[in-house]
C-alpha cells in the first residue's frame, strides 16, 4: 500500500510541472495570468463534481461547514497564489527551477508545522537527520539553479 501512496504523490508532483506549462499557455493566450488560472480553477472545478457525482458523494451538511476552523476555508487562496506564482514565474525560471524551489519551500514549511504539530498534523520534533536532509535539498536546489 505505502508503494501505491508513493506512486501517487509521485504523480501528482509530476503533473505539477505538466500543469504549469498548461497555465502558461493559457497566459499566452488570454494575455493575463489570473485569467488562465480561473480557467484552470473553473475547469477542475467541473472535473471534481463530475467525480463526485460520479461516486454518488453525500454533501456538506449546514453543521459539517459551521464546524470548519475559519483559517481552514483559506486553503483555496494559497492553492490559487501557488498556481498563479507558478504560471508566471514558471516560464521565466524553467521548470526544474520553479519546482525544486517549490519543493524546498514544502519541505521548509512541513518541518516547522510537523515539529509544532499545527494544522491537525501530528507532532514530529525536528531532528538532526531532517536537517541534514533539508540542507542536502538546498544544495541539490543550488545545483538545479545554476
Known sequence: MQGVLWAAAFLAGFGLTIQVGMNAALRTAFGNAGVAVLVNFLVGSAGLALYLAAVRADWPTRTMFASAPAWAWLGGLLGAFYVVTATIVGPRLGAAALLVLT????????????????????????????????????????????
Not at 115 to 121: A, M, S
Open 103 to 146: 519543493v524546498l519551500g514544502q519541505l521548509v514549511a512541513s518541518l516547522i508545522v510537523d515539529h509544532f504539530g499545527w494544522l491537525g498534523f501530528p507532532q514530529q520534533p525536528i531532528t538532526l537527520a531532517k536537517i541534514v536532509g533539508a540542507l542536502l535539498l538546498l544544495a541539490g536546489v543550488v545545483l538545479v539553479v545554476r
